[in-house]
């Protein structure tokens, strides 16, 4: 299998220069990911520039609850809430990729006048893929190569361009994606370079990556608590290298405590880790099930 050449980097691991990629598959996905861009800027030196028609009041990481003085940022200029009429659309209403590119390069000078220490871009281009007759790929992968161009040589730089990937037929998606660099997900819910836990969204449950020991179990079965309760919920172990029996004793005891109707489906068993499964005989235990294998998804992003 080929490797791929993109960068796959956690939302608060993006630097100056990146420009990311982020096909979310719900809400709740896009809010993991774009919360965290916007706050984080906005709790140190960054400006925050984010084309939208959504009220500032309800962009992700902005909600109720954040001690955050959203009115203060909008008059000091670090919050930039642009309509996309203003940002990227020309007197008919029409898309103008050009245009997208002159709003990005302005703020983006703003910015470096107005003392901030880096810029973080970004906006949905869902709504570009919803009209008559399908997407117009043209313009829109036109606009990315002008965004591209301004934010991947800068030092102070850093976008997420958003696409709600229902939205998207496959093959204009894989468009859309290779003209980005880096590929955004969620922040881990637990990395401590030994074992690394992601959420994952479609289909909803955890990735597991690394190496699963005993000096490991009280934090897997943390994770493993902290799932959806009475629903089947996936674990994708495409990464997983090593799991002890102890690891998979706490997989055989999550499932036997789910409802009848719901399981834990492992995707993406390695060889070594499916025969030791086997070998013990916990893949006839109810509530514990495969799910899809490597083959099957071999080369899908």
């Not at 893929?129 to 043209?138: E, F, T």
């Not at 955004?184 to 020991?213: A, C, M, Q, S, Y």
């Not at 608590?225 to 999550?254: M, N, T």
């Amino acid at each position: 299998m080929d490797t791929s050449w993109f960068a796959e980097r956690p939302v608060s691991e993006l630097r100056p220069g990146d420009h990311g990629w982020l096909a979310y598959s719900s809400q709740e996905e896009r809010d993991h990911v774009i919360g965290p861009f916007v706050r984080e800027g906005l709790e140190t030196t960054e400006k925050v520039v984010y084309v939208t028609d959504v009220p500032v009041e309800r962009l992700p990481g902005l909600g109720p609850g954040r001690p955050i003085d959203v009115d203060a940022l909008v008059r000091s200029g670090q919050l930039r809430v642009i309509p996309p009429r203003e940002a990227c659309l020309d007197r008919r209403g029409s898309f103008e990729p050009a245009r997208m590119a002159d709003t990005v390069a302005r703020e983006l000078g703003a910015a470096f006048g107005q003392g901030f220490r880096a810029v973080r871009l970004t906006t949905d281009h869902s709504w570009l893929l919803n009209g008559p007759g399908g997407p117009d790929l043209g313009p829109m992968l036109g606009c990315e190569h002008r965004v591209g161009d301004t934010v991947s040589p800068s030092t102070m730089a850093m976008a997420i361009c958003q696409v709600d990937r229902r939205s998207c037929p496959p093959a204009a998606l894989a468009a859309l994606r290779d003209t980005h660099e880096v590929l955004v997900e969620v922040n881990p819910e637990f990395d401590d370079g030994i074992l690394k836990i992601v959420r994952t969204f479609e289909p909803d449950g955890l990735r597991v990556e690394g190496e699963l020991d005993a000096a490991r179990h009280s934090v897997f079965a943390e994770q493993l608590r902290r799932l959806r309760p009475g629903r089947s919920v996936h674990l994708d172990l495409s990464r997983l290298g090593f799991i002890d029996l102890g690891g998979l004793h706490l997989l055989a005891k999550h499932a036997t405590r789910l409802p009848a109707d719901a399981a834990l489906i492992l995707d993406h068993l390695s060889p070594d880790v499916e025969s030791v499964i086997d070998m013990v005989g916990w893949h006839r235990l109810p509530g514990l099930a495969r799910g899809r294998r490597l083959a099957e998804t071999e080369g899908i992003a």
